[in-house]
């Protein structure tokens, strides 16, 4: 499946969602476009820095499965090709220097059979990330390293990837830290309850 047939069920799943901005203050955000260049790893072909924004809803309309607690299940057949993620939103977010407004930031945790991807963690930040910086995910006390492109990143070694997402299962939330392009570093935390359940749906649905 094409990169821009999973931004767009993104995107829509976003929109039913109804996912608001981290800061709503209509004052100029931070600076960086949201691009959707190929990454620069083998596993470039499956993987996109969403523009939920951008995206048109009714091209990939999303169907949601369920909602766990804090998380949402949903499926798309985008290009005729069936996807199914996970996705939540912040449950507190902040900046340093504080107050610093951005777009909205996302977690989803995707599966694409097509593609033979199961469990992929992917993190929207809201902003142009800092180049050749890493950002962080921590998890009941294991960190991550995530490698990160436009506002997007994902997780830097992908064989810690499974032990990634069952710490996600088992903990009760997870930080994903980052900088902007202009010195911004930002903490968002996300509460994982209702995940377990999500991904349980997800894998029911995208075998």
Not at 30 to 56: C, F, T
Not at 151 to 163: F, L, Y
Not at 189 to 196: D, E, H, Q, R, T
Request: proline letters at 7%; charged letters at 20%; hydrophobic letters at 40%.
């Amino acid at each position: 499946m094409g990169k821009v047939m999973w931004l767009l069920a993104l995107g829509a799943a976003i929109a039913v969602a109804g996912a608001a901005p981290v800061h709503a203050q209509p004052a100029k955000k931070e600076s960086g476009a949201r691009a959707q260049a190929p990454k620069p790893d083998a596993k470039a072909d499956q993987k996109s820095a969403a523009n939920p924004a951008a995206a048109p809803a009714a091209s990939a309309q999303p169907s949601l499965l369920g909602q766990y607690g804090d998380w949402g299940a949903y499926t798309a057949s985008p290009g005729g090709r069936k996807i199914c993620f996970a996705l939540a939103k912040p449950t507190k977010a902040t900046t340093d220097p504080p107050n610093r407004p951005r777009d909205p930031a996302y977690m989803f945790i995707s599966t694409r059979p097509s593609e033979k991807v199961a469990n992929e963690v992917s993190v929207v930040v809201g902003y142009g990330l800092k180049a050749n910086n890493d950002a962080t995910i921590d998890v009941g006390g294991s960190k991550f390293a995530m490698y990160t492109q436009n506002d997007g990143a994902w997780i830097k070694n992908a064989a810690e990837e499974p032990r990634l997402v069952e710490a996600l299962r088992k903990g009760s939330d997870v930080v994903v830290r980052g900088e902007s392009t202009r010195g911004t570093k930002t903490t968002d935390v996300y509460s994982l309850k209702g995940l377990a359940q999500a991904l349980d749906r997800v894998s029911q649905e995208c075998k």
